[in-house]
């Protein structure tokens, strides 16, 4: 008597060929880090306030969110018995720090305070033409012709977007705007630098040691800076939110997105930053979204996908001369 074999089981459906690629993952890790990124610039406001009614300084803004950031890094990486950084691992990790814990929170916590999220967005809309061009001369990347058009082209929707919403300011030269512009070039200088690192050890990892290093810094500057007169609970609540989302998990998906689909290319879903950063306001700080901002967001992002699939191609190597082959 023959026994009859048992059926075969049934096979669980794939996903979708374009969601199984590093690049399509990366956009999608890269969406999630914007999506968290966009609130901190309106929680940032809520936390240190106006001239007229200041509530938490910058200093203690920026230190303070890291310090707790840098905790949470620390418990981390003991539970996950993390190993230590490689000797040749130590230099952009300290670029990464000096870029997304020191100059990015306190050079925008000091100018939140004298401008507003809107016109803040001017300044900030270019970090990802920024992170871009950093992100391709760290990895030796050539950007086509149509990759940097489509990245002009939608920061400078973003830039007239934001000019439009800012009323009589537009783009007056204030202080708060050079601290807007140093911002983004250290935004992007650790987001490059922070990519870099991910190829070689997990994306996790690189914040947490970015903040975990930082520690004897931040911990004395934060309790120095510490609020003498009581604050609301709303400053409270976005300062907690800057720092476990903002300063650590954000960069756990956006580290991520840059080291599987390319700092160059994950870096422009940034532009859908700022609207994003209005749409949160609405709620955070009674800002009002009408289809004008509806209509340029759908805009820039029609720039990411057009530029998505733009080529970029490595450097072309250096071949040596004859005079350099002879020798």
């Known amino acids: 008597m023959t026994l009859s074999s048992a059926p075969a089981p049934t096979p669980l459906p794939a ?81 990464t720090a000096l870029g997304v814990v020191f100059g990015f929170p306190l050079l925008t916590s000091l100018a939140m ?72 070039l250290c935004a992007a200088v650790g987001y490059g630098y922070g990519a870099r690192l991910s190829q070689r050890m997990p994306s996790g990892s690189v914040i947490c040691w970015a903040l975990v290093i930082s520690l004897p810094a931040t911990l004395p500057l934060g309790a120095w800076s510490w609020p003498t007169a009581p604050m609301p609970a709303s400053a409270w609540g976005a300062l907690a939110y800057v720092s476990v989302f903002s300063m650590w998990l954000g960069f756990f998906a956006w580290y991520r997105g840059l080291a599987l689909g390319g700092t160059v290319r994950v870096s422009q879903i940034q532009l859908v930053q700022p609207f994003l950063g209005m749409l949160f306001s609405v709620p955070l700080l009674g800002e009002s979204l009408d289809g004008v901002s509806l209509a340029f967001g759908a805009a820039v992002m029609a720039t990411v996908v057009i530029g998505r699939r733009a080529p970029v191609r490595p450097a072309r190597p250096i071949h040596p001369g004859p005079a350099a082959m002879r020798g």
């Open 15 to 95: 996903a979708p060929a374009g969601l199984q690629s590093p690049e399509t993952r990366g956009l999608l890790w890269g969406l999630l880090g914007v999506v968290i990124f966009a609130f901190t610039l309106p929680m940032t406001r809520l936390a240190v306030g106006t001239p007229e009614a200041p509530q938490m300084s910058g200093l203690f803004m920026a230190m303070g969110r890291a310090a707790i950031a840098g905790v949470l890094s620390a418990l981390l990486l003991w539970a996950r018995r993390a190993p230590w950084p490689q000797p040749q691992e130590w230099r952009p990790l300290a670029f």
């Open 113 to 184: 305070r004298h401008v507003s999220a809107v016109h803040a967005s001017v300044i900030i809309g270019v970090l990802p033409l920024a992170t871009a061009g950093v992100g391709a001369l760290l990895h030796r990347q050539r950007p086509s012709p149509r990759f940097w058009l489509c990245a002009l082209l939608g920061t400078a929707m973003v830039v007239t977007f934001a000019v439009l919403r800012s009323g009589s300011a537009g783009l007056s030269l204030h202080p708060a705007d050079l601290l807007l512009l140093a911002a983004v």
